[in-house]
């Protein structure tokens, strides 16, 4: 929609000439060209390099103010020149929507940015002494901001309170210090290193060299480990396609997008497209300016859909294994512990005041969760799990991005107890379930 409006617009000043009119295109020219240009950038082999350049307040200014700068120098001093090359590189890169056209095709075929399944649990035979089990990821919950020493710091009380009577895995590995590996490990039960994004779907690259299908279904993998000891299974989450990876394995299931706008609206609007298209910019200025607003309320809108699947009352009938992974204390940060209030610039991630902030909304959502299964009476017959992927990946206290907390408090546990012996998380998550039956 936005490349045929610039096409419009284009060709209606296209017979115009001098100032006015160039000015005119730029304005009209400044949306398609910028997005160009950032998926151009993403492309590059030095992406990272790049975004580290940008945290560098010098070039986070000063490159656009020269850019600007030279522009404007440019439209002065030689106007018809100017003129005439920024028609021809706008006739040029017209042609990149072809491009959209193609991926629009391509689109069609794949999951949409919200999958909702909901199935009649298979008739497996369950026991009434399999306690119900329920696992929150927080993404990029990091030990060294959680902990001091041995304890949970004062400023997180709920998560203080709830170390306080559980089990808190001192030692524990995240299977990697990307979500992108982390998760699909987590889901198998096993290291998952060399998972890759490809041919529209999570590959891994064997030894071989050939990528094979991922598979989150395997006998040992963790969903299988809880639809075999007959647990109705529930998985929310973001950024991985979920409900397609796990399939027959879980019950109930949401997955949702961490770009797409419309994830987190009800119906249509035309604002979604628009939207997602800020939401893929760079975050540096000036395109964080735009990019800002719509990527803090999604964030809210994904945390307050995560969060409703979260706390939906427990069947007292059948044990309830349920997986949430939720998008905080992850940036874009937009909480704090009173609830949403986004500054800014929210993807500024040094000095690290931000990522504390969220972190404890993150102490809030689990205080809320932990006092409403108390209310209801589930929270003492229940496992809840508090784990992370992985640490906060941009310094600060962070030493090691692979060491992440793990709090579990077993059905009936009153008393804290610690293990300082090294685990494997996406091991023991799925030991945890495989012994939760024998553990009431």
């Not at 809880?226 to 019950?251: H, I, Q, W």
């Not at 109930?252 to 770009?259: D, M, N, T």
């Not at 964080?288 to 945390?303: D, E, S």
């Not at 427990?314 to 294994?321: G, I, K, R, T």
Request: aromatic share 10%; hydrophobic share 45%; glycine share 8%.
């Amino acid at each position: 929609l936005l490349w045929a409006v610039f096409g419009v617009l284009v060709f209606a000043v296209w017979r115009r000439t001098g100032h006015r009119a160039t000015l005119a295109l730029i304005a009209v020219a400044a949306l398609p060209l910028t997005s160009f240009l950032a998926g151009l950038l993403r492309q590059l082999p030095f992406d990272n390099a790049l975004v580290a350049a940008g945290s560098n307040p010098l070039v986070r200014y000063g490159v656009p103010c020269l850019t600007g700068t030279a522009i404007i120098l440019a439209l002065v001093r030689w106007p018809h020149t100017f003129e005439r090359w920024l028609r021809r590189g706008l006739l040029a890169i017209s042609f990149a929507s072809v491009v959209v056209i193609v991926g629009l095709g391509r689109a069609a075929s794949q999951d949409p940015a919200v999958v909702k399944v909901h199935r009649k649990p298979p008739g497996v035979a369950h026991s009434a002494a399999c306690p119900s089990i329920v696992a929150l990821l927080f993404d990029e919950l990091s030990f060294a901001y959680l902990y001091q020493g041995s304890e949970v710091r004062h400023e997180y009380p709920a998560l203080r309170r709830l170390s306080a009577a559980a089990t808190n895995y001192m030692a524990v590995r995240a299977p990697g210090d990307e979500t992108l590996v982390a998760l699909p490990g987590y889901l198998a039960g096993r290291p998952a290193p060399k998972v890759r994004v490809a041919e529209a779907g999570l590959m891994e690259l064997g030894e071989d060299g050939k990528l094979t299908p991922f598979s989150a279904a395997e006998a040992t993998s963790l969903f299988a480990t809880a639809r075999r000891l007959g647990y109705r299974t529930e998985m929310a989450g973001y950024y991985l396609p979920y409900c397609s990876l796990l399939g027959r394995l879980v019950d109930e299931c949401r997955s949702l997008s961490f770009y797409n706008a419309s994830g987190v609206r009800e119906g249509f609007s035309p604002l979604n497209p628009i939207e997602t298209t800020f939401i893929m910019w760079p975050w540096q200025f000036p395109f964080g300016i735009v990019k800002n607003p719509p990527f803090a309320r999604l964030q809210r809108g994904l945390v307050g859909e995560l969060t409703a699947f979260a706390r939906r009352p427990l069947d007292e009938l059948q044990p309830v294994f349920r997986f949430v992974h939720f998008s905080v204390p992850h940036l874009p940060f937009v909480f704090d512990e009173d609830g949403y209030d986004p500054p800014l610039d929210p993807l500024r991630t040094s000095p690290d005041d931000g990522y504390q902030r969220q972190l404890r909304y993150v102490d809030r959502l689990v205080g809320e969760m932990t006092a409403a299964m108390e209310r209801d009476g589930s929270f003492h017959r229940s496992t809840f799990i508090v784990f992370a992927d992985h640490g906060f990946r941009f310094g600060g206290r962070e030493r090691d991005k692979l060491h992440i907390p793990f709090i579990v408090k077993m059905a009936g546990q009153t008393v804290r107890s610690d293990v300082a012996e090294p685990q494997r998380g996406e091991v023991l998550l799925t030991q945890l379930v495989g012994s939760a039956c024998d553990n009431r």
